[in-house]
């Protein structure tokens, strides 16, 4: 399993959740995909809380039409763990672990590339650095290829 290098544009799935469309399941994301790919766009990036996107892209990157052209190793999976709601977090380590569980079964993969331990600055530091390692577990077993930590508070960020 290797990761290709992240592509210097992303495809982003908030646009493929319920916050931004009212049907994100009528987008054309095969297409979307398809058409990203031949650009050289290889990276796409989500998150569980913007729902249904992992599912919504996990079914596109497993459609024939993409399938046929390309391999897993040919584009990067990105998403996060931390919120899943406004005001709901998976950072303990059990919820940490179910959340990459669920994100490798919705994209019907056996690896992610990067998995961003994300809105740090919500929970407590013992509870970030706990998710951390989850991650680096994870990383350790080959099932996340990349950690990173993301939040819009820098100061938690350095802490």
């Known amino acids: 399993m290797t990761s290709t290098q992240p592509s210097p544009l992303v495809v982003g799935g908030a646009g493929f959740s319920y916050q931004l469309n009212q049907n994100p399941e009528s987008l054309p994301i ?13 990276t796409i990036d989500t998150s569980p809380y ?6 919504l892209m996990g079914a596109a990157l497993s459609d024939p039409l993409i399938t046929s052209k390309y391999q897993r190793s ?14 709901e977090f998976d950072s303990p380590s ?8 669920r994100s490798i ?5 056996s690896y992610l590339d990067v998995v961003f331990c994300h809105d740090v600055e919500y929970v407590s530091i013992d ?12 990383q350790r077993a080959g099932i996340i290829l990349r950690v990173g930590i993301s939040g ?5 960020l350095a802490e």
């Open 127 to 138: 509870e970030a650095v706990t998710a951390l390692g989850v991650l680096l577990e994870f």
């Open 74 to 87: 040919d584009y990067e999976i990105m998403t996060q763990v931390g919120r899943i709601q406004e005001n």
């Open 50 to 55: 913007y729902e249904p996107s992992e599912q």
């Open 94 to 101: 059990d919820w940490v672990q179910k959340s990459v569980a």
């Open 30 to 42: 095969v297409d979307i995909f398809l058409r990203a790919f031949e650009l050289g766009v290889r």
């Open 152 to 156: 819009y508070d820098i100061d938690v």
């Open 105 to 109: 079964e919705r994209f019907q993969t």
